[in-house]
């Protein structure tokens, strides 16, 4: 059974981080684009960054780039999500998903490609 699991959520002052882990089990992703997708209340999931499989290419949102950083070990089948300066509007339900197929090139961004997903995880930041 393929699981993904989010850690590493909490609560936060705004100007902090937070250092997001996603780990998975049930098969491994070496291959596979991962990503971090966000939610907030009351809307749509929206991508937040992915990162390919072999670490080389990465991909952000407008609105975290050189905010946040997105790496993998693929020895620990294993994705962060490093969050800086966070913003209340930072606030989420973060999850972690994978796309299984072996990608060439960049990553996708839209949710619907992504076959996998963690639970979620709670990031709150205070204002």
């Known amino acids: 059974q393929v699981q993904l699991v989010e850690s590493g959520g909490g609560l936060v002052q705004a100007g902090g981080s937070l250092r997001l882990s996603c780990a998975a089990s049930?098969?491994?992703?070496?291959?596979?684009?991962m990503g971090w997708f966000r939610q907030a209340p009351g809307k749509e999931r929206e991508f937040v960054a992915a990162?390919?499989?072999?670490?080389?290419?990465?991909g952000y949102a407008d609105s975290v780039k050189g905010q946040f950083t997105i790496s993998r070990d693929n020895a620990k089948n294993t994705v962060y999500l490093q969050m800086n300066s966070l913003k209340p509007e930072d606030t989420a339900v973060y999850y972690c998903?994978?796309?299984?197929?072996?990608?060439?090139?960049?990553?996708?961004?839209?949710?619907?490609?992504?076959?996998?997903w963690g639970q979620g995880t709670q990031v709150t930041v205070s204002s």
């Open positions: 049930g098969r491994t992703f070496s291959r596979s684009c």
């Open positions: 998903a994978a796309d299984s197929r072996t990608i060439i090139g960049s990553c996708y961004m839209s949710p619907p490609e992504y076959d996998y």
């Open positions: 990162i390919t499989w072999s670490g080389g290419s990465t």
